[in-house]
Each structure stands twice: as C-alpha cells, then as structure tokens.
C-alpha cells in the first residue's frame, strides 16, 4: 500500500455509484447525427438500464456503430441529447466518462507490439490514484481467464489471430470495470465457443448490475442471450422490445431485404432466426 495514496488521489474525478437494476445507465433522446453531409441517425431515442443486455441490431450501414459512439460520448451529435449516468454527454470530463463506460470498437487499430496482458491491464488507467487501483491486478487476471486469453499473456498483441485479438480487446473492455459496457460487434471475429463465451459475460455483467449494449449481426444470438433487441434501420429504430415479440418474419424480411423464418427452438422456444433458403 502506497502511504500517499490519499495525497495523489484526484480531487475533481467524480466516481461513479453503483445503481439499482432497471435504472437508466445511459439515454439517447431525439439524437440525430450528420456524417459527410447525410443523416445517419435520425430522431434516435433509446434507454440502456442497469442489469440489461441490450442487442442494437439492423443491416450494414444502418448506424449501429454511429449510435454507440454516440451513447459512448465518443462522437458529438448534431440535435437530440446523449445522458451518461443521468447527465448531459458533453458535462462530464474524459476520465469521469472512463470510469463510466468502456468501448469495444468495431475494429481495434491497435497494431503495437504490446504484450497481451499490458493491452489488457490499459483498462485500468481511468482508476489511476483511485482507492480501486488495488483492484487491478485481480481484475486484469479475471478479465483474461473471462475471455481465456491468459495463455497468451506474454505474447505480443501484433502475434494474434484476429479471433484472439478480439477476445483481448475485449478483456481490456472488461478490465476498465464501468458500469456502461458497450460492445461493437465483440462476436464478429470468434468460433463458436467464444461467441456463446462472450455472450455470456455480457449476462454475468448485467446480473452483477452492469448495463450492455452488443451491437450483434447473429440474430440467433441475440434472441438467446438479449433482454431487449433493437433494431436500427436506414437510421431509425425500428423496433424496440424483447427479441420474441419483435423479432419476426415480416419486420426481419423487410428491414434486411432477405425474407427469413422464424421458429421457436424445439427445447428451448427461444427464436431461431434462418434465411429463407430453397429446399
Ligand atoms: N465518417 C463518415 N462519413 C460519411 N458517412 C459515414 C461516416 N461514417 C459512417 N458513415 C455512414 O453512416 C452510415 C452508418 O454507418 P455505421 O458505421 O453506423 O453503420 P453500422 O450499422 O455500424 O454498419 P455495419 O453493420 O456495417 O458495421 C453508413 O451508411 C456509413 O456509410
Ligand atoms: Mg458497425
């Protein structure tokens, strides 16, 4: 224990309590985005709560990623408001919304040669002269066996598959512990096995009171493991709800132009949703 703790701590960092379940994490209100002179988002509203998984879904370019750089206060939005853990986006400060909310980009650009566990252990840089800056070295070892990347701690990030990438972009997303997680695609690059892994941190998180969101092109996943799905399209939402009652043929057929069915899984009843392909 470092005896000046107490005198580096910040002063003016505002940390973030924990909230109860079914709370508002994080809001988007009328939010309306223009990216090279075209609307991208239009007239967005959408509730992100603690204790939820929420699945953003919708076809290339329906502005998934735009929508959760935008809930992550990453990207500035033209009308409308974004509120963070009840306030204002452009009101707190860079490291108050690091202890807020963690981002997993769709493509993570890092190309360094860092050893995977240092990737990792970045996550944990909003809690610097915190009084959970303990915390770091138990919390990196949970997010690497979470994500089974341990085995690989020492190797460059550079030297990984992308499969593996993904999962320790991910560990480092879990490692930063904000109560706001927000996932773009942390499924697109995995097996199997690690899609059903991913998922199910995403429900261990939001048991614990962390509010999700997963933007996730496997609609099949997103019924089994999703609270409430959200489907973006051409900017707009829409649907908004539990995945069994919004995800059906007629709405999916139409949004992503490729008529599909839809049919209760034999054991489970969760949604089974397939392209409609000839026998
Ligand atoms: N910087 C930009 N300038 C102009 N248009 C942009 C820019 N970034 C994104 N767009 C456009 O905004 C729309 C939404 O993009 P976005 O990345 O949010 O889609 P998405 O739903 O995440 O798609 P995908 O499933 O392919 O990841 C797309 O039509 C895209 O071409
Ligand atoms: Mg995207």
Known sequence: MNPFKALLAPRRRELPFPVPAGSTAAEAAGVGVRLGGRPVLDSVDLTVRAGEVLALVGPNGAGKSTLLAALAADLPVDSGEIRVDGRSATRWTAAELALRRAVLPQSAALAFP???????????????????????????????????????????????????????????????????????????????????LVLRICRERAAAGDAVVAVLHDLGLAAAYADRAVVLHGGRVAVDGPPAEVFTGALLGEVYRQPVEVFPHPRTGVPLVVPKRLA
């Not at 995977?116 to 303990?134: F, I, K, L, N």
């Not at 070892?141 to 690989?152: L, Q």
């Open 114 to 196: 860092f050893p995977v566990e240092d990737v990792v252990r970045m996550g944990r840089a909003p809690w610097a002269g915190t009084a959970r800056e303990d915390e770091d070295d138990t919390v990196v070892a949970a997010a690497m066996a979470a994500t089974e990347v341990t085995g690989f701690a020492t190797r460059p990030f550079s030297a990984l598959s992308g499969g593996e990438r993904a999962r320790v972009a991910l560990a480092r997303a879990l490692a930063q512990s904000a109560p706001l997680l927000l996932l773009d695609e942390p499924t697109a690059a995995l097996d199997l096995r690690h899609q059903e």
